[in-house]
């Protein structure tokens, strides 16, 4: 994943649902200045097979990638476990998700 390391926080300005990425996004249409210490919320998208896109990760069922929204809120700083971009995120996820099966024994 490219990256480099800053002195300086990089929130985002617009409040969630966000529609653009951080402010340091730039030519390369992608955030890749990240602060040491900081929480970062990173959206990943399954790209199958061999990728030549620059921020990917290997997995047993193909690549995952932030280099799949260009511009877009894909790795954004966090300002604690109550951030309003990571529980709008947990919302919209948790509503698209199916609901866990219920394994409660039934009784006689």
């Known amino acids: ?9 990089d929130f985002n ?6 529609k653009y990425a951080r402010r340091s996004a730039d030519a390369s249409c992608y955030a890749e ?3 040491p210490g900081s929480q970062y919320l990173l959206i990943f ?9 620059g921020a990917t990760t290997k997995t047993e069922s193909g690549d995952l990638t932030l ?7 894909v790795n954004e700083q966090l300002h604690s476990d109550t951030d309003p971009w990571l529980l709008w995120v947990r919302n919209l996820t948790s509503a698209l998700l ?5 394994y409660r024994l039934a009784l006689p």
Do not use: N, Q
């Open 67 to 73: 280099s799949w929204f260009p511009l877009g809120p």
């Open 98 to 102: 199916p609901a866990p099966p219920d």
């Open 33 to 35: 200045s990240y602060k």
């Open 13 to 18: 300005r617009s409040p969630p649902p966000y």
């Open 45 to 53: 998208k399954r790209h199958p097979g061999s990728s030549t896109l």
């Open 1 to 9: 994943m490219p990256a480099y390391l800053v002195d300086r926080d």
